[in-house]
């Protein structure tokens, strides 16, 4: 039986999950308002905080964070494959998102490299290849998806992760790459039972996109 070290009933984790997303938007009303030009990546500010945020949450309730965000081990099995995972739909992604919508693709790119422009390199890379990929997930496939499976059925709680994930990051069309790429991390956490294999997908996703938008 559970005990009330390894859970949160649905009305508590639907607070932590409401009071970090209050907290981001905050934080980023904040930083649009004074936007500095220079120094330390905005984000890595806003993700290490929402990381911490959630954690002092998660054990406010005395609940175990390593549980209630599935940080199990699991099989190796699914490192590799999450690796092979990765690196396939990273070369799916960008060939269709180049042959279907070029324009679209190029000003995503150039947006990027004027965002970054002028922030410490070492900032912006640990935002993105490492801060990003771990809040997401701790959030979406940790916290989100274990708290939809109280209410719905597993693949529902799987196709709503995604959706909401993709929604977060609204740009159109790349919703669809994020649902696709957000479906396949919410199974892979309930097939291995641990968000470390979608953690690894995903931190080397966010790779291989940063070192493509550095290289060009």
């Known amino acids: 039986m559970p005990t009330s070290g390894n859970r949160l009933s649905f009305k508590k984790s639907v607070t932590v999950l409401s009071l970090v997303a209050l907290w981001i938007v905050s934080f980023l009303?904040?930083?649009?308002?004074?936007?500095?030009?220079?120094?330390?990546?905005?984000?890595?500010?806003?993700?290490?905080?929402?990381?911490?945020?959630?954690?002092?949450?998660?054990?406010?309730?005395?609940?175990?964070?390593?549980?209630?965000?599935?940080?199990?081990?699991?099989e190796l099995k699914w490192f590799f494959l999450s690796l092979l995972l990765a690196c396939l739909y990273w070369l799916a992604d960008y060939h269709l998102m180049r042959f279907f919508s070029p324009e679209s693709y190029s000003e995503t790119l150039t947006r990027w490299q004027q965002g970054v422009r002028g922030y410490y390199f070492w900032s912006v890379m640990?935002?993105?290849?490492?801060?990003?990929?771990?809040?997401?997930?701790?959030?979406?496939?940790?916290?989100?998806?274990?708290?939809?499976?109280?209410?719905?059925?597993?693949?529902?709680?799987?196709?709503?992760?995604?959706?909401?994930?993709?929604?977060?990051?609204?740009?159109?069309?790349?919703?669809?790459?994020?649902?696709?790429?957000?479906?396949?991390?919410?199974?892979?956490?309930?097939?291995?039972?641990?968000?470390f294999p979608a953690l690894l997908a995903h931190i080397i996703h966010n790779a291989l996109t940063f070192w493509f938008y550095v290289s060009h």
């Open 29 to 74: 009303l904040i930083l649009t308002s004074s936007m500095p030009s220079d120094g330390v990546y905005p984000t890595l500010w806003i993700f290490s905080s929402s990381i911490l945020l959630l954690l002092l949450l998660i054990k406010t309730f005395q609940a175990k964070p390593a549980i209630i965000l599935s940080l199990n081990h699991c």
């Open 126 to 195: 640990l935002s993105s290849v490492i801060l990003a990929p771990l809040f997401e997930e701790l959030y979406f496939r940790g916290l989100l998806l274990k708290t939809l499976k109280q209410k719905t059925p597993d693949c529902l709680a799987v196709i709503s992760s995604a959706f909401l994930f993709a929604c977060v990051h609204w740009s159109w069309p790349e919703f669809i790459s994020l649902f696709g790429i957000g479906f396949i991390y919410g199974w892979m956490t309930l097939k291995a039972n641990s968000i």
